[in-house]
């Protein structure tokens, strides 16, 4: 299992993946690679940081050494992504540091996606701190800042999906993000139902 965020850090994925382990822990067997986590017994290996290329290496150190049958990742874009930074337009992701791993191993590899989501979301969440740079280049003018403002959104927005042409399988943890990649099958977490409405059935009854 590979995650950048494990606890003892604080936060959503960290927790999602927590559970899961514990969960296949009753059946299998299961190694956690993970970012700066309490290694509290020789099941976690703390090998991931940030935007470091050499996170596929060391995660194939792993690999090596224990020999998994499955490898699942947990794939959030800020964990993973090089970050370049742009003078008019903030930062970007610019290559995945997992490319090397998916790129590499022979085994299963399925993938969760965290954080993807449609672009039209993408660009309404980047565009409000993009705009607050405004500032810093009035001398520049209005529609060359909104054209190189949504180059940049756009290239941003792909960089984070290239790396989804990658892995061999793909668990959704939605409908919106299974619609963005196209591919996988979907495993419903939060809000989302795991079924369906039938339009024309007004009494809420799944199909």
């Known amino acids: 299992m590979v995650s950048g965020e494990y606890p003892p850090i604080g936060g959503g994925i960290g927790r999602y993946t927590s559970n899961l382990v514990a969960s296949l822990c009753r059946n299998a067997e299961v190694i956690v690679a993970c970012d700066q986590s309490i290694k509290t017994d020789d099941h976690v290996y703390n090998v991931i940081h940030p935007g470091d290329y050499g996170n596929s290496d060391r995660i194939l150190d792993v690999i090596n050494e224990v020999s998994p049958d499955i490898l699942h990742v947990q794939y959030e874009p800020s964990f993973y992504e090089e970050w370049k930074y742009t003078t008019i337009a903030g930062i970007r992701p610019t290559k995945s540091t997992l490319q090397r791993l998916y790129e590499s191993v022979s085994m299963p590899v399925v993938t969760t996606l965290h954080s993807v989501f449609p ?9 409000d701190s993009l705009s607050r740079r405004n500032g810093r280049f009035r001398f520049i003018p209005s529609m060359f800042k909104v054209i190189a403002r949504e180059r940049f959104l756009r290239k941003s927005y792909d960089s984070t999906l290239r790396i989804t042409k990658l892995p061999s ?36 009854h799944s199909t």
Do not use: M, W
Request: hydrophobic share 25%; no cysteine.
């Open 169 to 204: 399988d793909f668990i959704n943890l939605s409908k919106t993000t299974r619609d963005v990649i196209a591919r996988g099958s979907i495993i419903y977490h939060g809000a989302e139902p795991a079924y369906e409405y039938n339009n024309n059935d007004s009494s809420g």
């Open 119 to 127: 672009y039209s979301e993408y660009k309404a969440f980047y565009e």
